[in-house]
Structures are given as structure tokens and as C-alpha cells.
């Protein structure tokens, strides 16, 4: 019986997110998606996979998991958003370059 | 009713059956981590080319990419309800409802195949071959080969537990399995819902997202 | 199965007979249970399972060493001196992907690990004995893959197959990255392996504040193992499919970004060094304690290191990108984060002295490796802090310097911790003592071969030669000259402990069930352990370091 309160709550967010997605309300797209999806991910997680019932442990590999892939994206889109471009200095001309004696 | 074999490693089943689910939580925690990297580069060539990216998605079938989701949520109740069923000691009903489940997977990898057929027929390649006129530029030709990467390997991974959803779905017909031993069957549902869970993230990226 | 309680009956070295409800084939050690080339191939007990790792991993240890020989040998001259050019970037490829996958990342875990970890909580085998022997044959479907490639001249890449020379070089790099994916499936086998053993197999009274501080170190190892090296495997999986089909994927040309390949790469590599001097620290945590008949000064400091290590390693990879066209804000961030990955080591390094202060120290051959290892690993460890430091990694990237640091830890560190649990373990795997004599001589010979090769590298580093360099200046080439004639000794002194150990094997003098007097687990078994390690669950009263107590007392 829980089983099919967690699909419906299941299917009620993917139809939330198609309907959500139809809109469009700038950074809160992805906020909103990816919100949903973790949520949904949570009900599989917890109910359909018994990672309630289980021991702590395996909770502890999806925290661990989820941290590191936390970690790898955040710092590889960082790179790309904080990349600076410098634009190039004078170049010297030859007379200004000091030779060695 | 039997409890099935004690490996001669292991002092009691408790632990044994305790082993095998972490067994399988640590392997499938390493699957997650693959598909990290899938998405790290999605989401890195996203911020790159963020109009792109989001150009590229309205291009793809939102309505067949919501039908997938849905066609694999369910495989995952069906899934989800055949352990209840074993549990309940009712083996054959198990074995139905995994035999529904692969169903649905076939009815996704079916989906899946025409949306490729369809961008194949648009000239929509992974690589080097892409030659649609309607999304040019860097930005979509990456979109769409990181869609059949993504996509693709996820593919696999269906098929992957497909098979395994087969094997212990003759178990279960073949009344292998009891309310007191059905540790197989619960491995191969675990790594079902792995697959379920990545689709869950797949979608959004691919098909929601779009401008 | 009854959990009854059966100690190894020994009282100082005297065995005595076991009780008698106890079938007595249950005690036949495991070198003689069963017998025939079957009874090896498909066998499910993980000693003999180490025991086949072991000799491919030496194998592997000596390919990879000759590899580094030919390259040194090359670096003679600065013109060509036995190769070509292009055999040589192939060489120094071969050499990086041979160490790296096929010795470093299996050689203390899946040869030490597989056999003493079980048998260090009380089990009688790991928990899917199966799954142990697979990964012995992945990990030699792996080798030969990898090797095989050689045969189409083998990838010139570099270990670190960058791209994108990688995607469009026209050597064998996809059967070389398909090796490579092959051995991380392995690695997840034995790191799954490893932890829900660990978990789940420990016997009735061992907390996780009584197991020996190996067991942390395996453990910390195998977290990495297991959610390091898929990132890898996907990494290498796009390089295949992008070099075979030029999908494009980093190709700048086509809008890609090569440096987002580094990023995926390193994820893994950076912790994978923490793979690779994990166990080796493990190991040197048993050795301290046994030959300075000592309980760490600090047990609680050493395990949750060992974790420390684990877990903040993960966050510093971009250390490798400093100069590659990372942005300013990611650099600073790993710089900082690098910093405190050294803390924990560090505090290993302090606690290990500290357990030496007020103990009784015997200069056996893996002691004396312990020795080696500080100095080394220390040298090696400050200069990892030296070029974590961004200003200061401008000048020394890519260069000899970076070189020298880590073959200070991976030779320095992870080798030398190979070699000392290779002698420390060596009576309890063979029942067989090795020549000290020989021993202190040939770890002697080892260190100094070591230091010759590899300290002129951080001279040659500095003063700007690059490194993957097949020629160079002149002005180099005295260094260079000393770095050879140090490889050459190192070599031969590795040959020679090769050959000291293989004496002991067959004529050495028969072993006692517990030569050093440890009071580590493992050393309650028989001289060979038998098959199943114990007739029965042993109940284990005591800490893993109790030298408080009188032998006979830690063996009741």
C-alpha cells in the first residue's frame, strides 16, 4: 500500500516538473528541476529501496556519494564561471629589454 | 520454506544478508559516481554555452522524455512490489510483476530508439557527423553528444538491469526464492532503482531545461 | 556453525595440540590444504588468492622497474643514446601506467590486504571470497590488455593522457585505456570487498577502536577506490570513444574545453595517490608497534587520519592544474584545501616517533624500512606542500622537481612500505625466516640506490629542466648521469632483495607462529595460518597493541 502512495507522489512531481518546466522563471528553472528531482530520488531511495529500514551504513554511502558529487561539480563549474581573461600588456620593444652584462 | 544457503564465511544469515545489502549499496554508489563525471561535463559545458544548451533541449521530445519518466517510475513500484510480494510468500506473483517491469523497460529502450531515429533523421549525430541546419554553432553539437553519451550509457545500464530483473524473475517463478530468503531478488531491485535514479536526473537536464 | 571459542593454543613458542572436538584437517595450513594447479586457479581462499597477486605484482614491479631503466639510461646523454625519440615518450607511458595501475594502486591491498585483513578481524575469509578471486582475474586481464597494447607500440601520452594529444595521437591509446578501465573494475571489486568485510565480519568483541590500525588504513583505501575510480573510468571511456569516433568532446576546435578532461582525471588520480600511501602507512603503523613493543602513542590519532586522509584528499585534485588554464578563484581553493590534506599525515608522522620514545627497538629488516620510509616520506611530503603552493608550482610544474616529489612518496613512501610488510608478513605467508644480515644490507642498499636516483632530480627541477623531455642542456647532464647510476643501484638492490627472499623461501630457517613477538592478531595463528584461518570464531580480549601484557598473557 505505501508503495503506491510513493508512486503517486512519484508521478505528481514528474507531472510537476513537466508542467513547471513549461514556464519559465530564469535561475529557478534548474533550482526547481533539480529540487524536484532530489526529492524524487529521496522517495526511491528511502521507500522503494528500504534504505529506511536498512542499516545506517548504507545511508552513509549515499551521503558520502552525494557529497563528492556535490564536490566534483560545484568546483568544476566554478572553473568555468570564474575564469578571468587578462588582456595582454604592452609588449616591450627591444631597445627596453635589459640585456645582461 | 527455506532460508536459503549460509556461505560458510559468515557466522549467522543476519550478517551474511547484512553484507550483501551493503555489498550492493557500495557497488551501487560507484555506478553513481560514473555518472557523476557525465554530469559534471554537462553541467560545465552548460555554464559555458547556457543559451545553447537550453536551445538544444527545447529541441528534444519533452512529451516522449516525460513518458520515459514515467514509464520507469512505474517499472520501479512494479519492481518495488514484487519484494512484497515475495515477501508475502506469493513467488509467482513476483515473478509477474518483474516480468511487467522488464516490460516497461523495453517500452522505454523502445521510446529511446525512436527519438534517436528521429534525430538521426534531422542529421542530429554525436561528434563529428552532426549536420543539423536548425542548431548551429559549439554549444548544440555539445549538448547533443553529451545527450547520446548520457543517454547511451544509461542505456546500458537499463539493459544491464533488465537482465538481471530476468534472472531473479525465474527465480522467483522457479519458487527459489521465500519471505525468508529473497536476497537476490532484492539486489537486482536495488540496482533497478540505481537506474530509475539516474533517469530521474537525466531528464530534467535533457528535456526540461530548455529555453 | 558454532561460534565456540579457539585460540591458537601457544604458549610462548611452544604449539599445543588443539582440543579435540576440533577436526584436525581443519588445521592443515593453507599452502598444503588442497592440492593440484586447480586447487589455486579456482580457489576462494584469499591467502592463496594474495598469493597469486603477489607474484604478478612483483612481475609488475619488475617490468615497470625495467621500463625506468631504459628511460634513465636514455637520459644519459642528451643526444640519443639507445632510443629514439618516439620510444621514448612510449617508455616513460609504459612506466608511469605500468607502476601506477599494474604495482602501486593493487600492490599492498591486494597482496597484503587480502591476506592478513580477514585473519586481523577474526574471519575466516573475506566477505564474497568469490568476488576476490574475480578481481585477481580482472586485475590479469588488466595487465594483459594494458601490456598487450605494446605489441602496437603502446600509447605516448603519458600516464596522464592528456587532451587532446590523447584524442588524436596516433599511437595505441584506447587498448592502454581500456586496460585501465579493466583494472578500476577490479579496484571496486576489492574496495566493496574490503569494506563490507570490514563492516560486517569483524568477531564478537573487536569495536572498531580495538582492530589494528592496518585495517583503518585499508579501509580509508578502499573508500577512495570506490568512488575515485569510476570518475576515472568514465574519463578514459571518453577518450576511447572520442579517439575512435573524434567525437570532439575536448577539442577546442569544436568549442570543447581540454581542461575539463583534468578535472575528471584528477578527481581521481589525486585521491588514487592516497590509494597508493595509505597502506603503506598502515603497514608502518604495525611495524613501529611490534619492533618498539609499544601501543601507538596515539590510537585514536592514526585511525581517524587514515580517514582524514580519505576523505579531505578528494578535495584537492586541482593542485595538478594550476598552470593549465584553471581559473584564479578554483586555484586558490585547492591550494588551501591541499594544505590540509598534509595536516593528517603529519600527525601520523608525529605519532609514529612519538610511539618509538620509551620503546624497546629492535632493528629488524621491516623496522629498518620504517626508518627509511620517515625520512623519505617526510622529504616527500614537505615538498608536496612546497609545490601545492600555487606561486611556487608556476616554476616547478612539469618539471624534474615534481618528479623527485613523487617518486619520494611513491618509491620513498609506498615502496618502502611494500618492502617492509613483504619481510614483516614474510614468516607469517611462508613459515620461513629471511637472512637480517641480508636484510640490512639489501634495505641499505635500496635506500641509498634511492637517494641517488632521485635527489638530483629536485636539483635538476629547480634549475628548470622539464620534465618528459627526451634531450636537454648540457649543462644538466651531470645530474642526470648521477640520477642513472642511482636507478642502476636502486635496481640492483631490489634484484638482490628479490633474491635474498627467494633463498629464505626454500632454505630458509622453518619460522615460529610469532617471530617478532607482536601482539597484532594475525600472529595468533599457526606458523602457516590453516585454510580457514580459525577452527572456530576466535573471541579476542585484548587490543591489537597490548605489549603491557607478558606474551603468554596476550596468546591466552
Known amino acids: 500500500m505505501r508503495y503506491f502512495v510513493v508512486w503517486l507522489a512519484l508521478m505528481g512531481l514528474a507531472l510537476l516538473s513537466f508542467l513547471f518546466s513549461g514556464s519559465h522563471h530564469g535561475i529557478f528553472d534548474i533550482v526547481f528541476a533539480l529540487v524536484i528531482a532530489v526529492a524524487k530520488t529521496a522517495l526511491v531511495a528511502l521507500f522503494f529501496m528500504e534504505l529506511i529500514e536498512h542499516r545506517f551504513i548504507n545511508s552513509m554511502v549515499v551521503l558520502v556519494s552525494a557529497g563528492l558529487i556535490a564536490l566534483l561539480l560545484s568546483l568544476m563549474v566554478a572553473d568555468i564561471r570564474t575564469r578571468r581573461t587578462f588582456p595582454r600588456g604592452p609588449v616591450p620593444t627591444e631597445a627596453e629589454i635589459p640585456t645582461a652584462k | 520454506m527455506h532460508e536459503g544457503p549460509l556461505h560458510p564465511q559468515f557466522e549467522n544469515l543476519d550478517r551474511q544478508k547484512d553484507a550483501a545489502r551493503l555489498g550492493m549499496w557500495a557497488f551501487l554508489g560507484s555506478e553513481a559516481l560514473l555518472f557523476t563525471g557525465l554530469f559534471a561535463l554537462y553541467a560545465a559545458y552548460r555554464t559555458l554555452y547556457p543559451d545553447a544548451f537550453a536551445a538544444a533541449a527545447s529541441h528534444n521530445d519533452v512529451k516522449l522524455g516525460t513518458i520515459n519518466t514515467f514509464i520507469l517510475l512505474t517499472s520501479s513500484f512494479t519492481v518495488a512490489l514484487s519484494v512484497h510480494e515475495v515477501r508475502l510468500g506469493r513467488a509467482r506473483r513476483a515473478a509477474l510483476l518483474l516480468l511487467v517491469s522488464i516490460l516497461l523497460g523495453f517500452v522505454f529502450l523502445g521510446v529511446k530508439l525512436t527519438e534517436y531515429a528521429e534525430h538521426f533523421r534531422e542529421g542530429i549525430f554525436p561528434g563529428p557527423s552532426y549536420r543539423y541546419e536548425g542548431l548551429t554553432g559549439y554549444g548544440p553539437r555539445l549538448f547533443f553528444t553529451l545527450y547520446f553519451l548520457m543517454t547511451g550509457i544509461h542505456a546500458l545500464h537499463v539493459t544491464a538491469g533488465m537482465g538481471m530483473l530476468a534472472w531473479v524473475m525465474f527465480g522467483a517463478w522457479q519458487h527459489r526464492y521465500s519471505p525468508l530468503y529473497h536476497t537476490p531478488l532484492e539486489l537486482g531491485a536495488l540496482y533497478w532503482h540505481l537506474v530509475d535514479v539516474i533517469w530521474i536526473f537525466l531528464w530534467p537536464c535533457l528535456y526540461l531545461m530548455h529555453a | 556453525m558454532t561460534s565456540g571459542t579457539y585460540e591458537a593454543d601457544l604458549v610462548g613458542d611452544k604449539e599445543v595440540a588443539p582440543p ?346 621491516p623496522m629498518l624500512y620504517f626508518f627509511w620510509f620517515l625520512f623519505l616520506f617526510v622529504f616527500g611530503g614537505m615538498t608536496g606542500v612546497a609545490v601545492a603552493t600555487e606561486s611556487l608550482d608556476v616554476h616547478w610544474h612539469d618539471t624534474y622537481f615534481v618528479v623527485a616529489h613523487f617518486h619520494f612518496i611513491m618509491v620513498g613512501g609506498t615502496l618502502t612500505g611494500f618492502l617492509a610488510a613483504v619481510h614483516y608478513w614474510f614468516p607469517k605467508m611462508f613459515g620461513r625466516l629471511y637472512s637480517e644480515r641480508m636484510g640490512l644490507l639489501t634495505s641499505f642498499a635500496v635506500f641509498t640506490g634511492f637517494v641517488l636516483t632521485f635527489f638530483p632530480q629536485f636539483l635538476l627541477g629547480n634549475a628548470g629542466m622539464p620534465r618528459r623531455y627526451y634531450s636537454y642542456p648540457a649543462r644538466y647532464q651531470w645530474l642526470n648521469v648521477l640520477s642513472t647510476g642511482g636507478a642502476w643501484l636502486l635496481g640492483g638492490a631490489l634484484v638482490l632483495t628479490l633474491v635474498n627472499l627467494l633463498v629464505a623461501l626454500f632454505w630458509g630457517r622453518r619460522a615460529t607462529a610469532n617471530p617478532w613477538g607482536s601482539r597484532g592478531y594475525e600472529w595468533m595463528t599457526p606458523v602457516l595460518p590453516p585454510k580457514t584461518n580459525f577452527a572456530a570464531t576466535p573471541v579476542i580480549g585484548r587490543g591489537p597493541y597490548d605489549y603491557h601484557r607478558p606474551e603468554e598473557e596476550a596468546h591466552a
Open chain 3, 20 to 365: 579435540s572436538h576440533v577436526p584436525t584437517d581443519a588445521l592443515v595450513d593453507y599452502l598444503r590444504a588442497d592440492r593440484g594447479i586447480r586447487s589455486w586457479l579456482l580457489t576462494t581462499d584469499h591467502k592463496r588468492i594474495a598469493l597469486m597477486f603477489y607474484v604478478v605484482i612483483v612481475f609488475s614491479l619488475i617490468l615497470g622497474g625495467v621500463f625506468a631503466l631504459l628511460l634513465r639510461t636514455e637520459l644519459l646523454t642528451p643526444e640519443r643514446t639507445v632510443m629514439d625519440a618516439v620510444t621514448y615518450n612510449r617508455m616513460f607511458t609504459l612506466h608511469g601506467v605500468t607502476m601506477v595501475w599494474l604495482f602501486m594502486i593493487p600492490a599492498i591491498p591486494n597482496t597484503f590486504g587480502n591476506f592478513v585483513l580477514p585473519i586481523m578481524l577474526g574471519a575466516k575469509d573475506l566477505a564474497f571470497p568469490r568476488l576476490n578471486l574475480a578481481s585477481f582475474y580482472v586485475y590479469l586481464l588488466g595487465c594483459v590488455v594494458t601490456l598487450g597494447a605494446m605489441v602496437w607500440g603502446g600509447a605516448d601520452t603519458g600516464w596522464t593522457f592528456y587532451v587532446p594529444y590523447s584524442t588524436t595521437s596516433q599511437s595505441a591509446v584506447v587498448p592502454v585505456v581500456l586496460g585501465i578501465f579493466i583494472f578500476g573494475i577490479s579496484s571496486i571489486m576489492t574496495a566493496v570487498n574490503f569494506i563490507v568485510t570490514t563492516h560486517t565480519m569483524r568477531s564478537a568483541n573487536l569495536s572498531w577502536f580495538r582492530l589494528p590500525l592496518f585495517v583503518w588504513a585499508l579501509y580509508g583505501t578502499s573508500v577512495i577506490m570506490l568512488l575515485a575510480t569510476p570518475v576515472l573510468g568514465l574519463s578514459v571511456i571518453v577518450v576511447a570513444l572520442d579517439h575512435a569516433f573524434h567525437l570532439g568532446i575536448f577539442d577546442p576546435a569544436l568549442g570543447g574545453d581540454p581542461v575539463l578532461f583534468q578535472h575528471l582525471f584528477w578527481f581521481y588520480s589525486h585521491p588514487a595517490v592516497y590509494i597508493m600511501i595509505l597502506p603503506a602507512q598502515g603497514v608502518m603503523s604495525e611495524v613501529v608497534c611490534t619492533f618498539s613493543r609499544r601501543q601507538p602513542a596515539s590510537y585514536a590519532a592514526i585511525a581517524i587520519s587514515s580517514l582524514g586522509i580519505a576523505l579531505v584528499g578528494f578535495g584537492t585534485w586541482g593542485h595538478h592544474m594550476f598552470v593549465a588554464g584553471m581559473s584564479e578563484f578554483d586555484a586558490n581553493v585547492f591550494g588551501v584545501l591541499s594544505m590540509f590534506v598534509a595536516i593528517f599525515s603529519a600527525i601520523k608522522v608525529f605519532t609514529w616517533v612519538a610511539t618509538m620514545h620509551r620503546g624497546s627497538i629492535h632493528f629488524n629488516t
